[in-house]
């Protein structure tokens, strides 16, 4: 599993077996993409970029909402 996650990343097994750690603990999904971008890792990227659009997303239907009603 370890591996797969290493491969599917784009990051050294070492870091993969940290990011399995956090998940099998239980750890929050903030922690879990902050262990991941501190890796380096392809998703890192993907993930910054994500939230940014679903918070101005959020943003617009808000205000959207608000100048509508």
């Known amino acids: ?5 290493a491969a599917l990343l784009g ?3 070492n870091w993969a ?3 399995v750690d ?3 603990t239980g750890a929050s999904i903030w922690a879990i993409a902050a262990a991941v971008a501190a890796s380096g890792g392809i998703l890192a990227i993907g993930i910054v970029v994500l939230r940014e659009l679903v918070m ?3 943003k617009q239907v808000g205000y959207a909402a608000a100048v509508t009603y």
Not at 1 to 5: E, W
Request: aromatic share 0%.
């Open 1 to 5: 599993m370890i591996m797969k996650v």
């Open 17 to 19: 077996m940290k990011i």
């Open 11 to 13: 990051i050294s097994s």
């Open 56 to 58: 101005k997303k959020i």
């Open 22 to 24: 956090l998940i099998a």
